[in-house]
Structure formats: structure tokens, C-alpha cells
């Protein structure tokens, strides 16, 4: 019983996994997809204002906009900047080398490419002769690229060749031996693949036309078009998922069933894929109830929206089509309510509860497998999603405790979790981000350790009883850099000018953007900065504890911080960004190079006593706020 529970569990982790990993090259691109479906829905030949001259930004942007966007996130997850241009070098290969719109064809070259390169750039690090490095780094990307960049070329077209030859096979065996609800095993992977029109216009159409010559309908042109299971599985993401997915379904439920692209649709289950049987289920159901009520289209309704549908439905089919689709959606629904409750997306995961460590699910540290050839922890990195505000306030509170336990001769240092060091002993990230700081690290020997609140020092006991259990033989002198005088408050940073006090806000863009203006408005940072710290919380929540908040920027600043800045707004009832997360200060960050390290201990030192927290939520002067820091 035991085995078999242990086994679920690695299997559900690796589908989570898997889910992560297609998410992360998915999810940070789904805005352009929902510009484009806005784009398409008016402009088309058949859309609400078409437009001719406008429509010729239709296929370029799904053919090469999207693939590349894709294969640049995949590649940058996997090797940072250059793990992203060899991505989106190498997938033009399969996008000239298709016929048909290639982002599936991207999430496999990209990343391949992308950890090739990474392991390149491991094996030759620090065997470059100086002065040599750009000369090395720029040749091995171009070649290791023009290598995956011909190979995608050459051999994906017999790929697609032979799937669509294999979907051919399938309907048409399907057909001959009247089991139309099974062509759901084929369409909705065809559908994600974004082989749709192919296999809609080149097999299912000709089928359709010449049935509906003889019966003045064909049940084949409602596969594809039929919207009905794709709005359903939408349907259970915008209630029960999770981030960026959660709060764009909406919006691509209204584009998929009125305008009919049906595209928006599949980057959602590309970043989730288990949510592909919510559609095929929901198909099988629409397509049964289709083939006992006589259902069918007199030809294909395109684009394939609700309103099309109905356009091209003969009058003997209405009771059946009307019948099928509603079921098709709530079948689709429900299925996909299911599979999020069992498989739950990522963000889904209560990190206090439990976490992963080499495929093993654990709860204590007490679970964990040691690896005896490891020993001591010298080097801990705090990673967040920029490196550049939470991470350095963790790590600032980890030495404290590390300190106060005695536990000597550690380097603390903070980082980006797209950018771990190869020689970490241990990384401390949130669970959202321990994937793609195990993507980054090379180094089998690193331990993965998440937790919920970088400011509060009860979330660091894992930490530190592991470390503990680790360097139990005793401990060696504190390295001199770990040796740093009392850091204090720098005026050109943090001062007066920079504190509001009594505000509220509607909304946490609101605040956002108030610790954004505090920091254009004094010089800190240009305006774009604020669309950074709009775009970083919509990837990554800044909340990060103790009623705190953090804004700030994305990890590529784009030269938007001019130089280092710190505002503080009080914010007496408080802004919620989640559920029990209610920040009644806004620290806004922005923080050139490490003139900030140094202030963020003061601030992280201060503020992971809650009791300090209220004493800025209650003080009366920006002046009253510095003396709680000094």
C-alpha cells in the first residue's frame, strides 16, 4: 500500500512538473494571444469590422509572433538571455519548415537547444582564456543554434506529415465504422497542435460537403468548429484555476465562443495540458448526442462561433445542436473542474503543508535524504523572481538567524531563480519559483527548500534545522565578507521625501503605481519603471509577508532605474493582494546594481518583527517612520 501511494505521488509530481514547465513558456505570452483573438474577431474577412489592410497582421503574429515569443521564454527559463535567443534562433527551423503555426514545434526545439547550450557554457566555464569569453560565448551560441536551427528545418516537416497522416487514418476509420464520438480522441490534441485548420479544412470539410449533398447536413463540420467543450474547460479555469490563466479565461471564453478563434484557447492547455481530456470528453459527449438527435451543419461555419453555428444550422438540426453543444460545455466543465482539484496547477500547492526534494514529497526536514559526500552548507542563496527586493530582504533575515544560532562561516547571498550559483549548497526560494530554480542549478548536490514568507523568521526553521543537521560537527571561522558593520539608512536613498502617509487605494495596480510615481517623481527611475512593477506582481505577487509589500521591477530593468531608490507608503487599512495577504506598507524598490543590499537589511531587520510593521502603520510623520529604521 505504501509503494503504491508512494509511486501516485512521484507520478502526480511529475505531471505537476511537466505542467510547470509547459506553463512557464505559455503563461507570461497569453496577453498577446488575447490582443491577437481581439484583432482577428474584428478584422477578419468574416469578423465584426473587417478590414483588409489591418487583417494582414493576422497570420504573421500567430505564425512567427507566437512561436517565437514562446521559444524565447522557453530558452530564457532554461539559460537566462542566452538560453532565449538560442530558443528563438533555433525555431525558425520548425517555422519555416511548416506549413501550419509551429508553437508546439517551439516548445520542443527551444528548450532542447537552450539546455544544450547550458551545458556548454558549464563545461567550459572558467577555461577561457581572458579576452577570449565573447568570442567563445558568441560563436558556441551561433553554431550550437545553426545546428538546431537546420535540424528542426530539415526534419519537421516529415513530422507533420506523418501526424496529420495518422489523424487522416484515424477519422476516416472512425467514419467507416460509425463511431463519430471517438474522433475527439483525435481533434482536441490536433486543436492544441494548432493543426485545426489543416485537419478541419484539408480532411474534415471534403467529408462534410459530400455527406451534406446527400443529407442537406454533415455532422462533420461540427468537430472543429463545435465551441462548445473548449468555452466549458475555459469555464473551469477561470473558476478554479490559477494566476495569469484564472484571469484571462474570461476574456478568451468571450473571444472563442463570439468571435469563433478558438486559438486563444489552446495556450491554455499547453500550459496545463492534463486539461486536454476536459475537451475531448466534452467533444465525445457533443458528438454522441449529435449522432442519436440527428444533428450537423449544412457547411463549415467559419470562424466557428456561437453565432456562426446557429447561422449554419438547417432548421431539423436546431434541438440537436442546441442539445449537444450545452452538453459539450458542461461536460467540458465538469471534467475540468475535476482534473483541477486532482492536478491542481502549480500555484495550486500549499507550500507550508509539504514540498519536494529529489521526487520525494516531505514535510520536515527530518525527511529528507542526506547525501552523505555533500557535507557542510557553505553557500546558501535566497532566490526570488528578480533577485533584486524580497530575496535580498530574505537574505538579510536568514544571516540574522543564522547568526543568532551560531551557525558560522555560511555565505548568504540573494539571486534571481533563473540565475542560481552552480556551487550553492542550498537554495531558499518560494515553491512557485523551485522548478525554475532547479532549471538554473547544474548541481546535483543542491537542496531545494521553499517557503511562504521571506520576512518572517518562523518560515526559516526548515532552514535552519537542516543547516544544523548538516554542519552538526561544528563550524568553521565567518568568512571576512560575511563580516559587515551595522549597515544604516542612506539619506540619498530612503528619506523624508520619499514616505506618503494615510493612503488608499482601490486596487493593488493603484498602489503599485503610487510606489512607482514616488520614485519617477524623485528621480529614481523613468516612467516605464511602473508598467515593470505592474508586469512583475501580475508574474509573481510582491507581497512578501508580514503585512509588507515589495514592488518592484523585472529582473531586465530595461534602463528604466536611472539610480537607487526606496519609497514607503503607509497604508493604514491595508491593500489586499490575496487571500489572509493584507500589506499595510509599501516598500517600492528600485535597486542599481548593490547600492540597495545595504539598506534592504536595515528595512529587512526591522520589519520581520510584526511589531515594527504596526508602529509604521500607526505613525503619525515620515520622520516617525525613519526612527523605527534607525
Same mark, same amino acid.
Given at each position: ?104 514545434? *517551439? #516548445?520542443? @526545439? +527551444?528548450?532542447? /537547444? ?5 551545458? $556548454?557554457?558549464?563545461?567550459?566555464? &572558467?577555461? !577561457? ?122 476574456? *478568451? #471564453?468571450? @473571444? +472563442?465562443?463570439? /468571435? ?5 484557447? $489552446?495556450?491554455?492547455?499547453?500550459? &496545463?495540458? !492534463? ?142 531563480? &533563473?540565475? !542560481? ?144 531608490? !526606496? ?64
Amino acid at each position: 500500500m505504501m509503494n503504491q501511494n508512494s509511486n501516485s505521488s512521484t507520478v502526480l509530481t511529475k505531471i505537476r512538473r511537466f505542467g510547470g514547465i509547459m506553463s512557464a513558456m505559455v503563461m507570461p505570452n497569453l496577453g498577446a494571444f488575447v490582443g491577437w483573438g481581439l484583432m482577428a474577431a474584428l478584422f477578419i474577412p468574416h469578423g465584426w469590422m473587417p478590414n483588409k489592410e489591418l487583417n494582414q497582421l493576422i497570420a504573421p503574429i500567430l505564425d512567427y509572433v507566437f512561436p517565437l515569443l514562446i521559444a524565447y521564454t522557453a530558452g530564457y527559463n532554461i539559460h537566462g538571455q542566452r538560453g532565449g535567443v538560442i530558443g528563438l534562433f533555433a525555431s525558425m527551423g520548425v517555422i519555416v519548415g511548416s506549413n501550419i503555426t509551429m508553437i508546439s514545434g *517551439a #516548445m520542443v @526545439i +527551444a528548450p532542447l /537547444a537552450a539546455w544544450t547550450l547550458k551545458k $556548454f557554457d558549464h563545461a567550459v566555464e &572558467n577555461k !577561457i582564456r581572458p579576452g577570449f569569453e565573447m568570442l567563445v560565448n558568441n560563436f558556441s551560441l551561433g553554431i550550437i543554434g545553426a545546428f538546431y536551427c537546420i535540424l528542426a528545418f530539415i526534419t519537421v516537416g516529415p513530422a507533420i506529415r506523418g501526424l496529420i497522416a495518422m489523424i487522416t487514418a484515424g477519422v476516416n476509420w472512425a467514419t467507416k465504422n460509425k463511431v463519430i464520438p471517438l474522433l475527439s480522441v483525435f481533434m482536441a490534441p490536433a486543436q492544441v497542435l494548432f493543426l485545426n485548420n489543416v485537419v478541419n479544412h484539408g480532411i474534415l470539410a471534403p467529408i462534410g460537403f459530400a455527406q451534406a449533398a446527400k443529407a442537406g447536413k454533415s455532422i462533420m463540420f461540427l468537430v472543429d468548429s463545435n465551441c462548445g467543450p473548449l468555452l466549458g474547460t475555459l469555464l473551469s479555469i477561470s473558476i478554479f484555476g490559477k494566476g495569469k490563466a484564472k484571469n484571462t479565461a474570461p476574456m *478568451a #471564453m468571450f @473571444i +472563442a465562443g463570439i /468571435a469563433g478563434i478558438g486559438e486563444v484557447y $489552446f495556450p491554455f492547455v499547453l500550459g &496545463n495540458p !492534463i486539461m486536454i481530456f476536459a475537451t475531448m470528453g466534452g467533444l465525445a459527449v457533443s458528438l454522441y448526442l449529435q449522432v442519436i438527435f440527428g444533428g450537423g451543419l449544412i457547411g463549415v461555419a467559419s470562424p466557428g462561433s456561437l453565432i456562426n453555428i446557429a447561422i449554419m444550422t438547417p432548421r431539423d438540426a436546431i434541438f440537436a445542436n442546441l442539445v449537444s453543444i450545452v452538453a459539450g460545455f458542461l461536460v467540458a466543465a465538469a471534467i475540468g473542474t475535476f482534473l483541477l482539484k486532482v492536478f491542481p496547477p502549480k500555484e495550486d500547492v500549499d507550500p507550508t503543508l509539504s514540498f519536494t526534494v529529489d521526487d520525494h514529497e516531505v514535510k520536515t526536514t527530518d525527511d529528507f535524504v542526506v547525501k552523505p559526500a555533500k557535507g557542510k552548507i557553505k553557500k546558501i542563496i535566497v532566490a526570488c523572481d528578480s533577485g533584486m527586493g524580497s530575496s535580498a530582504m530574505g537574505a538579510s533575515v536568514l544571516k540574522l538567524l543564522l547568526q543568532k544560532e551560531n551557525l558560522t562561516g555560511i555565505q548568504v547571498k540573494n539571486s534571481s531563480a &533563473n540565475k !542560481i550559483d552552480q556551487d550553492a549548497d542550498l537554495v531558499v526560494t518560494l515553491d512557485s519559483l523551485i522548478d525554475r530554480a532547479k532549471a538554473s542549478s547544474n548541481n546535483p548536490d543542491t537542496t531545494f527548500i521553499p517557503i511562504n514568507n521571506f520576512l518572517k523568521d518562523t518560515n526559516y526553521k526548515e532552514v535552519i534545522d537542516f543547516v544544523k543537521k548538516q554542519n552538526s560537527s561544528g563550524t568553521a571561522e565567518t568568512p571576512a565578507e560575511e563580516q559587515t558593520k551595522k549597515p544604516e539608512l542612506d539619506p540619498q536613498i530612503l528619506n523624508v521625501n520619499n514616505i506618503r502617509l494615510n493612503q488608499k487605494f482601490a486596487s493593488v495596480d493603484d498602489a503599485i503605481r503610487a510606489s512607482g510615481q514616488i520614485l519617477v517623481d524623485n528621480g529614481y527611475v523613468t516612467p516605464d519603471y511602473i508598467d515593470q512593477m505592474i508586469e512583475r506582481n501580475q508574474d509573481l505577487p510582491v507581497y512578501i509577508g508580514n503585512h509588507v509589500a515589495v514592488p518592484h521591477g523585472l529582473e531586465d530593468t530595461r534602463g528604466a532605474i536611472k539610480k537607487t531608490g !526606496i519609497s514607503i507608503i503607509q497604508v493604514p487599512d491595508g491593500v489586499k493582494f490575496g487571500k489572509n495577504e493584507i500589506a499595510y506598507v509599501l516598500l517600492g524598490l528600485a535597486g542599481e546594481g548593490d547600492d540597495h543590499l545595504n539598506i534592504l537589511k536595515v528595512i529587512s531587520q526591522t520589519l520581520m518583527d510584526e511589531a515594527n510593521v504596526e508602529k509604521i502603520r500607526t505613525a503619525k510623520s515620515p520622520e516617525e517612520i525613519l526612527a523605527v529604521f534607525e
